[in-house]
């Protein structure tokens, strides 16, 4: 099995809010929750991975750092 030489890493997306993969295959898009004085937090509060074939479900993790232990796994 060849094995691909370059790791896959995760770049900010063109034309949306959050990350896509440098293969093109991933999607990952940041969620803001409640202030406490009213409309949205500035960091964002938990992260989906989506997996832009359809081949696996949509994974919501609360820090990035999962989301990349998550790619890491998949082929």
């Given at each position: 099995?060849?094995?691909?030489?370059?790791?896959?890493?995760?770049r900010r997306?063109?034309?949306?809010?959050?990350?896509?993969?440098?293969?093109?295959?991933?999607?990952?898009?940041?969620?803001?929750?409640?202030?406490?004085?009213?409309?949205?937090?500035?960091?964002?509060?938990s992260?989906?991975?989506?997996?832009?074939q359809?081949?696996?479900p949509?994974?919501?993790?609360?820090?990035?750092?999962d989301?990349?232990?998550?790619l890491k796994?998949r082929?």
């Amino acid at each position: 099995m060849a094995t691909n030489p370059r790791p896959r890493t995760l770049r900010r997306a063109k034309y949306a809010n959050g990350y896509v993969t440098s293969d093109g295959r991933y999607k990952v898009t940041p969620h803001y929750g409640p202030s406490l004085r009213g409309g949205s937090v500035s960091r964002p509060t938990s992260w989906t991975l989506a997996d832009l074939q359809g081949e696996y479900p949509e994974r919501e993790r609360p820090l990035l750092s999962d989301i990349r232990d998550i790619l890491k796994e998949r082929p």
